[in-house]
């Protein structure tokens, strides 16, 4: 085994199976995509780190319980077509699960109907044009922050078009850039 591969190993069986993720095809994608790949050279020592990592300005790759309780949660199949928004480690992994994988900046907007859509990061609010961008059946999974507490969420839309959501645990990385809380006035 490899140094990275046993990085790997470790992180999947400390930070990642003691927290509920049970889905064996998702843990063995964990296991099997580096982490170090999706950051800079500068930050690669900290990849299996129970941390989130800054992987470009104002842009964080999940701590690896988030990211994947997060894509647990979404429930991804293969053959589904995915977009991750600043989520380059989500996206290896989708990939890795067999997904057909778009990746886009938080910045962009989406463009089409996808399946499944994850982001790595914070947002105060999630963009209408995330939501809009759900097909029918489909899920976006995304951490939203109000001020120091953050809660990651399942949005989904059924068959007939009406969207719902639900929370699925707490988590707090970092506000992607662009997406803090709007400064407001407050007596």
């Known amino acids: 085994m490899t140094d990275s591969a046993a990085l790997r190993t470790t992180m999947v069986d400390s930070q990642v199976r003691t927290q509920d993720v049970t889905d064996f095809a998702l843990i063995e994608a964990l296991r099997r995509v580096p982490r170090e790949a999706v950051i800079p050279a500068e930050k690669r020592a900290l990849a299996y780190a129970d941390a989130e990592i800054e992987y470009a300005p104002g842009r964080w790759m999940l701590r690896p319980r988030d990211v994947a309780k997060l894509l647990q949660a979404l429930d991804p199949l ?13 996206a290896a992994v989708l990939d890795a699960l067999g997904l057909a994988v778009a990746r886009c900046d938080a910045a962009d907007p989406p463009v089409g109907l996808f399946d499944l859509l994850v982001c790595e990061g914070a947002v105060s609010e999630v963009p209408r044009p995330w939501l809009a961008a759900i097909a029918p059946g489909g899920r976006l999974g ?13 949005y989904s839309r059924d068959e007939s078009g ?21 400064p407001a006035f407050v007596f």
């Open 142 to 154: 995304v951490v939203e922050r109000r001020g120091p507490l953050g809660v990651a969420m399942l």
């Open 78 to 90: 293969p053959a589904e077509r995915a977009l991750a928004i600043s989520a380059p480690y989500a």
């Open 162 to 182: 009406e969207l719902g959501w639900r929370p699925l645990f707490d988590s707090t990385p970092p506000y992607l850039a662009g997406f803090e809380p709007k």
